[in-house]
T-cell receptor, first 112, second 112 residues
Framework: SAVISQKPSRDICQRGTSLTIQCQVDSQVTMMFWYRQQPGQSLTLIATANQGSEATYESGFVIDKFPISRPNLTFSTLTVSNMSPEDSSIYLC?????????FGPGTRLLVL | GIQVEQSPPDLILQEGANSTLRCNFSDSVNNLQWFHQNPWGQLINLFY???GTKQNGRLSATTVATERYSLLYISSSQTTDSGVYFCAVRKRGGTSYGKLTFGQGTILTVHP
């Protein structure tokens, strides 16, 4: 299994501001993943955070809006920039152990 | 991309009842996982089951890969089983290692 922690667990932010979410995993992994879950919706992959290289973004997500850092093999950050109410979601960090994908507890973001 | 359809979208049970949740997918997969998202938003891994049958306590799952569907069985349901059940798959041969495509989920409510 995997132990994944995220900070903050929740936040309320004003539009136009930015929030950085931290993710810590308990084992060294080449790739970490960031997902978004909008209210009442399913999960969607935002990007893959690769250690030592640029993150790979899925269609519909751009680096300027969701910059990602991956300074080492157990840590990553996702920034939600210039927030609007449409960014209100749960943001989840994920890693794969063997063939199984595990998710962190999520960061609940409300943008006013 | 691969399509994942879950049914039913909503399910209401009395405690002690049994239920079957279904997941249909549109292409060959090399990863299929079932998750339970509890009311606090935590995604709990239930099964990694790209094929075959597995059981864990009151829960069991069967994936028939050749027919592109998976079933999750919940027996003797309890109120703590309430939440959203997600099926997620990774397309066989895909280049995005960690990209799980999620279904829309089944919202399960178990009444005492």
């Amino acid at each position: 299994s995997a132990v994944i922690s995220q900070k903050p667990s929740r936040d309320i932010c004003q539009r136009g501001t930015s929030l950085t979410i931290q993710c810590q995993v308990d084992s060294q992994v080449t790739m970490m993943f960031w997902y978004r879950q909008q209210p009442g919706q399913s999960l969607t992959l935002i990007a893959t955070a690769n250690q030592g290289s640029e993150a790979t973004y899925e269609s519909g997500f751009v680096i300027d809006k969701f910059p990602i850092s991956r300074p080492n093999l157990t840590f990553s950050t996702l920034t939600v920039s210039n927030m609007s109410p449409e960014d209100s979601s749960i943001y989840l960090c994920s890693q794969t152990v063997g063939e199984t994908q595990y998710f962190g507890p999520g960061t609940r973001l409300l943008v006013l | 991309g691969i399509q994942v359809e879950q049914s039913p979208p909503d399910l209401i049970l009395q405690e002690g009842a049994n239920s079957t949740l279904r997941c249909n997918f549109s292409d060959s997969v090399n990863n299929l996982q079932w998750f339970h998202q509890n009311p606090w938003g935590q995604l709990i891994n239930l099964f990694y089951i790209p094929s075959g049958t597995k059981q864990n306590g009151r829960l069991s799952a069967t994936t028939v890969a050749t027919e592109r569907y998976s079933l999750l069985y919940i027996s003797s349901s309890q109120t703590t089983d309430s939440g959203v059940y997600f099926c997620a798959v990774r397309k066989r041969g895909g280049t995005s290692y960690g990209k799980l495509t999620f279904g829309q989920g089944t919202i399960l409510t178990v009444h005492p």
